[in-house]
């Protein structure tokens, strides 16, 4: 009998110590969340990627849009152009030492899809469903899904050096909330005020990100003005 309970009472102290860990991962989280004035700019870049994709899963992916049959096809083209376009976001950012480019390049390429989705579906709902249209939307989407997966993250890593696993913790979070809320509240919303939601939040992602740059830059030159060291590596402001 003891010999049997003594692997269950370890097997629930270390369930409950990995309940405390997350607890306090998310708890230190929503802390730099309310604090730093860069992360609440930043949290809009990953809204814009939870939004956009759930109304892609939910709507675009789905029979209304795309024949069946075919989903498999377009949907391969997002992690094509995600991992194709991963060299050259990384060689833009190497050459002209900042990741402000391959950011900006990536959130534009956010909007411009909802944009050029919403307008077409407007003026004619069979158009969306075109392989000629629908194939360069699903680039234009990598494009933004390339920004997300790296020099969203490398930004991240950046502004947030002093506190990284509080920040990587508010990107999961971010992103895994909107999606959840996206979710839940569109199977009950019309397809034109979903298409407009990701609208104003990609379009409010673009400015956002450059106010947090702007921030990161003046936060990095004032520290250097002191003859502190940058905690990044390299010790350079540029991101």
């Known amino acids: 009998g003891e010999d049997d309970a003594a692997p269950a009472q370890t097997f629930d102290f270390m369930r409950e110590l990995r309940n405390t860990d997350l607890l306090a991962r998310t708890l230190d989280a929503i802390r730099l969340l309310?604090?730093?004035?860069?992360?609440?700019?930043?949290?809009?870049?990953?809204?814009?990627?939870?939004?956009?994709?759930?109304?892609?899963?939910?709507?675009?992916?789905s029979d209304e849009v795309i024949p069946d049959g075919k989903v498999g096809y377009y949907t391969a083209i997002i992690p094509l152009v995600a991992t194709a376009a991963s060299l050259p976001y990384s060689c833009l950012a190497e050459a002209t030492g900042r990741k402000l480019y391959p950011m900006l390049i990536g959130l534009m390429g956010f909007l411009a899809f909802i944009v050029a989705f919403t307008v077409l579906d407007e003026q004619d709902g069979d158009l969306t469903s075109k392989a000629y249209v629908l194939a360069p939307l699903f680039v234009i989407y990598g494009l933004g899904r390339a920004m997300?997966?790296?020099?969203?993250?490398?930004?991240?890593?950046?502004?947030?050096?002093?506190?990284?696993?509080a920040a990587f913790s508010n990107l999961i979070l971010q992103n895994g909330s909107a999606t959840a809320v996206a979710f839940?509240?569109?199977?009950?919303?019309?397809?034109?005020?979903?298409?407009?939601?990701?609208?104003?939040v990609a379009a409010l992602a673009i400015p956002a990100y450059m106010l947090a740059d702007g921030l990161h830059r003046s936060e990095v030159t004032k520290r250097e003005s002191f003859g502190l060291q940058d905690p990044t590596d390299g010790g350079h402001a540029a991101v």
């Open 34 to 61: 309310c604090t730093d004035r860069k992360m609440q700019l930043m949290s809009l870049t990953n809204m814009t990627f939870g939004f956009l994709a759930a109304f892609v899963n939910s709507y675009i992916t």
């Open 184 to 200: 839940f509240i569109y199977p009950s919303i019309a397809v034109t005020t979903k298409e407009y939601l990701c609208m104003v």
């Open 148 to 165: 997300y997966e790296g020099p969203n993250k490398a930004v991240f890593a950046d502004m947030f050096a002093e506190d990284p696993e």
